[in-house]
């Protein structure tokens, strides 16, 4: 089947023709889409994706890379709520999911996270990947999180810990929005029991092992010009991901940067209680 985000490249590669198509169908099927999310944290979270569930909302969800390749691994069945503010990420996640012939199951929605249109208790399962530490309230996305699921469901969020800036740098940090270094795994669980959520499963990912490839992955991910250096730069792509994706399964030398944490929703409280 190939590494997680090949199903989604595959489709969206359909559009594309010669030597494009070729390098991202190849680069697809060893290390699947090949952003880090793709290579260490998005394949955790997707094998926690609740198939008997109905509703699902992908809050943050970028490009919608994570839950389209989630559908078409899972084979669920039920709808997909995809909510993400910037409206350009928005419409790419559209593209993606008719590429994939998904559009009757996957619902767009431009808004953000910390004021959703959604009824109480509307959804089975949330996912929050890598999204509190955008944005000032990260209280209030929880309570938001908390107020749409319904009870007994489940949470999925991971967030950076606060040597995330030690590992990409904290130019990198910044620029892509971060408001805040991170969690601890023990600060984000209290922060989910203050919000009415039992955490029933946490982790820890992306160790020391993983430094050096995860940051030589992300400068190799720059488009350069000209046919020899774009098919240079797909091989050390490869590389690189086979190497992140090899050592996160045996990298137990701690220096974490990233958590990933399950939890439930136990009790009520609305974004006005927080």
Known sequence: MGAFG??????????????????????????GSGDLHGLVRCPPLSRRWAVSAKWVADLGCGCGYFHTESLLRTGFAGCVL???????????????????????????VCCSVDALPFADEAFDQVFLVDVIEHVQDDNRVLAEAGRILREGGKLEISTPTPLYP????????????HVRD??????????????????????????????????????????????FRRILSNMMLVVLGILTRMS???????????????????????SDDV
């Open 248 to 270: 996160s399964r045996v990298d137990v030398f701690g220096g974490y940067c990233s958590n990933a944490v399950e939890a439930e929703k136990a009790g009520w409280c609305t």
């Open 182 to 227: 991170g969690y601890t795994l023990d600060e984000l669980t209290e922060r989910l029991r203050a919000a009415s959520f039992r955490v029933s499963r946490r982790g820890r990912n992306t160790g020391l092992l993983l430094w050096p490839w995860m940051r030589l992955a992300y400068r190799s991910q720059a488009a350069p010009r000209g046919l």
């Open 82 to 108: 995809a909510a993400e503010r910037d409206f350009e990420a928005l419409r790419s996640a559209r593209k993606v999911s008719r590429a994939c012939g998904l559009e009757s199951q996957i619902f767009h």
């Open 6 to 31: 090949y199903l989604t490249v595959r489709a969206v590669s359909h559009y594309e023709t010669g030597i494009t198509k070729l390098l991202r169908e190849w680069r697809g099927f060893l290390i």
């Open 166 to 177: 030690s590992v990409f740098g904290r130019a990198f940090h910044k620029g892509i929005g």
